[in-house]
């Protein structure tokens, strides 16, 4: 089994700045795509931003050039840093990775932090 575990969530000003980490421990053999996605209230989970083991990115239209995603293969853990923070980007942020184990793949995802920006 895998667990994934973030944390930096918290009350932020709009304008803020905040850094989400997300830690993979467990069964791990090698992890190749890592991701943050969100979900606010209402709403459908959505995909925030992606990164491969090769440090390929892909983000949400919405966060292009405030977040940025980057990842320590060596200490198996993604973040996510988010800057200039608009109310609009309240929601629970999870992780996810896809774990690769030669024959078969998995996906793992954390069980969430809350990110909170007041207006």
């Known amino acids: 089994q895998v667990q994934l575990v973030e944390s930096g969530g918290g009350l932020v000003q709009a304008g803020g700045s905040l850094r989400l980490s997300c830690a993979a421990s467990?069964?791990?053999?090698?992890?190749?795509?890592m991701g943050w996605y969100r979900q606010a209230p209402g709403k459908q989970r959505e995909l925030v931003a992606t990164?491969?083991?090769?440090?390929?990115?892909n983000y949400a239209t919405s966060v292009k050039g405030r977040f940025t995603i980057s990842r320590d293969n060596a200490k198996n853990t993604v973040y996510l840093q988010m800057n200039s923070l608009k109310p609009e980007d309240t929601a629970v942020y999870y992780c996810?990775?896809?774990?690769?184990?030669?024959?078969?793949?998995?996906?793992?995802w954390g069980q969430g932090t809350q990110v909170t920006v007041s207006s």
């Open positions: 996810n990775g896809r774990f690769d184990y030669v024959t078969y793949e998995d996906d793992y």
């Open positions: 467990g069964r791990i053999f090698s992890i190749k795509n």
């Open positions: 990164i491969t083991a090769g440090g390929s990115t």
